[in-house]
């Protein structure tokens, strides 16, 4: 089974910093997920990749197949940007849909 | 707004009470997820069904059940309610299994005492 590792667990940084959370995993996979769960607790899915880059708006997601690798990047961190970010990955041996979450990193943007 | 559609967003029960959680979708996705979600925890596939008429089990799936009514609407049951079964609920559908496209309901937050 893969296993998914986020880091860090937790981050409170101020408004306007440069944000980065690491996902690292431990087996090949075929894509690569990344979730924001709001306060209030809605999932919403932010990027599928299995190679390279993607960037919307000020969020950037990036991933390195051979490192077993990916981060999220926030540019310009604001305070709605405040919320849990999930990793997910896509793999065999993963659950019944394929995916194995990790336990995701709590953000806190303060003004 | 286009959407997976949960409810109800709150519930208490109590210990062998059952219930049925409801979800549907109207982006005419082929696979819908019942996913658990609980503290210093991954989410968890309770149960998923690949397209309309079929239904299999989870990582977590014991105590639970679930229906796919029709290709918009799946839903989760619990039979006798136990403590152990105190978490948030998400259902999520997306076109295929395996992760592509997922949208996600905006979860339902159970209590059992």
């Known amino acids: 089974k893969n296993e998914v590792e986020q880091s860090p667990q937790n981050l409170t940084a101020q408004e306007g910093e440069f944000i980065t959370i690491n996902c690292s995993y431990s087996?090949?996979?075929?894509?690569l997920h990344w979730l924001q769960q709001h306060p209030g607790g809605g999932i919403v899915s932010l990027f599928m990749?299995?190679?390279g880059k993607k960037k919307h708006g000020r969020l950037i997601a990036t991933i390195n197949i051979q490192e077993k690798h990916s981060s999220l990047h926030i540019t310009a961190s604001h305070p709605r940007d405040s919320a849990v970010y999930i990793c997910?990955?896509?793999?065999?041996?993963?659950?019944?849909?394929?995916?194995?979450f990790g336990k995701g990193t709590h953000l806190i943007i303060q003004p | 707004n286009a959407g997976v559609t949960q409810t109800p967003k709150f519930q208490v029960l109590k210990t062998g009470q059952s219930m049925t959680l409801q979800c549907a979708q109207d982006m005419n996705h082929n696979s819908m997820y019942w996913y658990r979600q609980d503290p210093g925890m991954g989410l968890r596939l309770i149960y998923y069904s690949a397209s309309e008429g079929t239904t299999d089990k989870g990582e977590v799936p014991n105590g639970y059940n679930v229906s796919r009514l029709n290709k918009r609407e799946f839903s989760l049951r619990l039979e006798s309610a136990a403590p152990s079964q105190t978490s948030v609920y998400f259902c999520?559908?997306?076109?295929?299994?395996?992760?592509?496209?997922?949208?996600f309901g905006s979860g339902t937050r159970l209590t059992v005492v």
């Open positions: 997910a990955v896509r793999s065999p041996g993963g659950g019944a849909d394929g995916l194995t």
């Open positions: 999520a559908s997306s076109e295929a299994t395996g992760g592509y496209g997922y949208t």
């Open positions: 087996v090949g996979i075929s894509a």
């Open positions: 990749l299995s190679s």
